[in-house]
């Protein structure tokens, strides 16, 4: 990225001059958050990056004229605002401040036709505008929701400009009071962060790749629907980087890697042969357990890179299947009654005529329900063998017997032959 990239971030959460509008807890956060994505050399790698939170407009309509006029051709700036979004009466949005009063909007927030005209007049040919607001009015969405988003297109004519919003015309952009972000920003900055958005694994997140991403993981969680337009862009807009190799030159270094481990013989050889079948994979075709598998293989670049943790690694990711399948139930509790035991079968042969004679009695018993139900009861596990003080079952002193029989035979046989023969 040759060009200077700036960026102006804007958080209001305190109105206290417009009392309908409630308090934020996420903007301040949000812009943090932001502001660290950007000024990081591994992310966005943005030059100047400005925030500013909860000032009057006047102070953030100069600011942002101050960056937009020291803009070169080639130059990227960004603006950014979290906070709340109000529509006057004729449909024209404005973003409010500290100092917003509702029965003075247009002259105490920042009106959108303000910040298009800021931009018109900049040298800067590569533009974003991100908004995280809602855009609320009193009257009918579908009348007020063309008005708006003609107005944004409006911002792109002519401009290489890319506006990218947390919802819909006058749809409400929603955070959460157990977390410190808007679900918008939350979305975006962990896109960037752990290069999720970087759909193609070319190293480089463009803005359609984010939009794409943050549109998604944002319906996930809740119903709000995140916009965006870039009527005249040519090309793409470079957001940022992921943080992560380009996919090519990433491949080409595991590879080799993985080569030189298992020549060493450092890794096994079914390690090495899954890995390849992993990395020659495009990231968007990687799921399960080929996805973490993929995650893990960056340790082996790294030069603290330590075989015995990453096998270990390794090894509970193949096995996270295994650990996932329900336990069989314990036999002695399911089976081991019901299974009856063979050394019983001949005493219970024994016993079979007089089982016979009590045949008619038991037919008849069992066509009363009672009488069925309390033969399950009544059902007992054969009685056990009887065993001989010797240790030895009948089958097995037969067995004994023979052996040895044998045994002596064979003795005399030789007693003979040698007597014969000498």
């Known amino acids: 990225m040759s060009e200077t990239r700036y960026a102006v971030l804007v958080a209001s959460s305190r109105f206290p001059k417009a009392p309908n509008l409630l308090p934020l807890s996420g903007p301040e956060n949000d812009v943090e958050q932001i502001r660290d994505v950007l000024t990081s050399s591994s992310h966005g790698d943005f030059g100047k990056v400005v925030m500013l939170k909860n000032r009057p407009h006047h102070q953030v309509l100069r600011k942002i004229n101050e960056i937009l006029h020291g803009a070169e051709r080639d130059d990227m700036v960004l603006l950014y605002y979290s906070g709340h979004g109000k529509l006057d ?57 063309g008005e708006v988003d003609e107005q944004l297109n409006l911002m792109s004519r002519g401009r290489g400009t890319f506006i990218m919003t947390a919802s819909t015309g006058l749809q409400m952009a929603k955070e959460k009071e157990d977390e410190k972000l808007g679900i918008f920003t939350k979305h975006l900055v962990d896109g960037v962060r752990t290069g999720k958005a970087d759909r193609d694994g070319d190293g480089l997140i463009t803005m359609n790749e984010l939009y794409n991403y943050v549109h998604e993981q944002v319906l996930q969680e809740t119903s709000q629907e995140p916009m965006k337009w870039d009527l005249n862009v040519r090309g793409e807009l470079i957001f940022a980087k ?47 357990s080929d996805k973490r598998y993929d995650a893990l293989l960056d340790q082996i670049l790294l030069e603290e890179f330590r075989v015995g943790p990453f096998i270990d690694a ?34 219970d042969r024994r016993a079979a005529p007089e089982d016979r004679r009590a045949r008619p009695q038991d037919a008849q018993a069992q066509d009363t329900p009672a009488a069925a139900e309390g033969s399950v009861a009544a059902t007992q596990p054969a009685p056990e063998p009887e065993i001989s003080t010797s240790g030895f079952s009948s089958t097995d002193r037969k067995e004994i017997l023979f052996a040895a029989g044998w045994l002596l035979l064979s003795m005399f046989l030789v007693f003979v032959a040698r007597y014969w023969f000498s």
């Open 242 to 288: 992921s943080g992560k190799s380009p996919a090519s030159e990433r491949r080409a270094n595991l590879r080799r890697r993985l080569f030189d481990l298992g020549m060493k013989d450092m890794l096994p050889d079914f390690v090495v042969r899954r890995a390849l079948d992993v990395i020659a994979k495009k990231p968007t075709e990687l799921a399960g």
């Open 89 to 145: 009466a004729s449909g024209q949005l404005h973003l409010a401040t500290v100092n917003t009063e509702m029965t003075a909007l247009e002259t105490t927030s920042i009106p959108l036709p303000s910040v298009k005209r800021l931009f018109a007049n900049s040298a800067a040919t590569k533009t974003a505008l991100i908004l995280d607001c809602c855009y609320s009015g009193a009257v009918d969405r579908a009348f007020f929701r």
């Open 314 to 347: 390794w090894y509970a990711v193949k096995s996270e299947p295994m650990t996932a399948t329900p336990e069989a139930p314990a036999p002695a509790v399911v089976e081991r009654r019901a299974t009856p035991d063979r050394r019983a079968q001949p005493k």
